[in-house]
């Protein structure tokens, strides 16, 4: 299993991975920077991206195929990304959830109200839209 940034022959792949979890795709950008996936034997087995907005960022779109759950995917996924956040000048991830609050919460993720969220990422097309009102939202500050 080995976690790697993604290129763009893998967006089709990252697609009917995050479809078939019933996550969002109608917004995801064409160039997915700072996306990164788990491959195994070259099969898309997992991914996470991160959306910038200045010093701030928006953890989205994590998943992990059913049949690779409970192999600590989702936590190397998360750790890779955090590294490049931290590493790029994130200061503070956001993410909005509705099955996962729990799982974020012991990776440091603490629930907010909406009204706490920065205006930038507020605007964002996953707050704005595309997950409902009842998401959670959570935030993880990378400075210490």
Known sequence: MNICTVIPEMRND???????????????????????????????????GMERYGTLGLL??????????NQHIAANLVQELEKRAEST???????????????FTR????ILQRDQVPD???SSSEFSHVCPVS????AKDLIH
């Open 135 to 138: 998401a959670m939202v959570m």
């Open 14 to 48: 990252i697609i009917k991975l995050l479809q078939s979890q019933q996550l969002p795709v109608a917004d995801l950008p064409l160039i997915l920077t700072d996306f990164f996936v788990a491959k195994d034997a070259g099969k898309i087995v997992g991914v996470i």
């Open 60 to 69: 989205r779109s994590m998943a992990v195929h059913p049949g690779y759950r």
């Open 89 to 103: 000048g994130i200061q503070t991830i956001y993410l909005l959830t509705e099955t996962a609050s729990g799982y």
């Open 107 to 110: 990776k440091g993720f603490t």
């Open 120 to 122: 930038a990422v507020k």
